[in-house]
Structure formats: C-alpha cells, structure tokens
C-alpha cells in the first residue's frame, strides 16, 4: 500500500490496513485484452434499485457471475448469475492465489462514461458475512475510488484505481468506511470493475 496514493489527510488517519492495493496485478497488454472481451460478451443488463420509495435506474450497466446459475439474494433484491467464463475464472484463480481469499462469484459494473457513477454505500448485507473480504479489479478509465468515514464524513480518501489494478478490502472496512464512483464532469472513457465476493445462502 503506497499512503502517497491517498490525497493524504493531515489529521485523520486511513487504516490502510483494511486495503490491500497492487497496481501492476495484470500487465497492461492482459488488461486490455480482457476488458474488450468484458465489453464485447458480458450481457450488461441496466438494473433499477430502490431509493426511497422510487424505483430508479442504476447509474451504470451490471451483470453477475457465479459458481451456480442460480440467483442470488442480496440486501432483498434479487439477481440472476451468468455461469463463469474460463476469462473470468482465471481472475478469481489468480486473485484467490495471491489473498488467499475465497470467492465464488463476481459482480461485474460498466461506467459507461463520466455519468456513470455508485452512490456512497457499505457492502454490509448479510449473505456476505462478518468482515468480508472484497477482491475489485478495475480496467480502462482510471476513477477515483473515495472512502469517508461513516459517523465522520469530513474523514475521507481517495485512491485512483489504475487499469489491471486490484483492490482488496477487507476486515472492518465495510463495518466503518462507505465507498463510492462519484460523476465526473470531465470527459471519462469506458471503465469496468469487477469485484469478487463469498456469497452465502442465508
Ligand atoms: O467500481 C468500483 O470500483 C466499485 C464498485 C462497488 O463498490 C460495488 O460494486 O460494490
Ligand atoms: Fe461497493
């Protein structure tokens, strides 16, 4: 973890213990190659989430990969899983390999471009256990990943995932941080980010 990669609060300090970031994961070449493949077969769906009482589009297109074609449940929405592609599971070989984290399935996002965006959340639900631990690989378009403290948003971080990075989070992180993809102004090109999850039937 490079703490020069984190526009450096002076006072607060980020517990880069629950981040673990390698930005050479896959070679350049291998990162581009995978994300043509992910733009040109993956079935990008644009789902519609609940917000308050509305039923909203989500802000960037998505799809699930999986151990079992079945659908998951998380936080009460329900997803269907594509089966994993031999792409797709050779990440998580090689990911599972260098953390000695266990997954078995991927949720996959597609920023189409500086309008795409996640809102600020914690990934908390429950059929992904205590602490877990989240493998993201990012592709394309570097964006900041920001990070502000649940009961203190004025205590906040950003990380610039690169193309072909990965990102593990992991230990409290989801207990005490929220994360997000803000919109940017600026012109962005296409970014995809995969993140690798255990999920478990409740
Ligand atoms: O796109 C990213 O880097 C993060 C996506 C994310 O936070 C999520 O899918 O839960
Ligand atoms: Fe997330």
Do not use: C
Request: aromatic share 12%.
């Amino acid at each position: 973890m490079q703490l020069s990669l984190f526009d450096a609060g002076e006072y607060y300090q980020f517990p880069t213990e629950l981040l673990d970031y390698t930005e050479h994961f896959l070679s350049e070449e291998r990162a581009t190659e995978i994300e043509k493949n992910l733009i040109k077969n993956v079935p990008w769906k644009q789902s519609t989430q609940k917000l308050f009482d509305k039923e909203v589009l989500t802000p960037r297109l998505t799809a699930w990969y999986g151990d079992d074609e079945k659908s998951y449940h998380l936080g009460g929405n329900e997803f269907s899983v594509n089966a994993w592609t031999p792409e797709l599971l050779g990440l998580k070989y090689k990911i599972q390999k260098l953390t000695g984290h266990q997954f078995n399935s991927v949720l996959l996002n597609f920023y189409r471009d500086g309008n795409d965006s996640v809102a600020w959340h914690r990934d908390k639900e429950s059929e992904l256990g205590n602490r877990p631990a989240i493998a993201s690989v990012s592709f394309g378009q570097v964006r900041n990943f920001d990070f502000r403290k649940k009961d203190n948003h004025q205590n906040k971080y950003s990380l610039p995932l690169q193309h072909g990075s990965l990102l593990v989070m992991k230990g409290d992180l989801q207990t005490h941080w929220e994360h997000r993809i803000a919109k940017s102004n600026r012109p962005m090109k296409p970014r995809i980010n995969l993140t690798f999850r255990q999920i478990r039937e409740l």
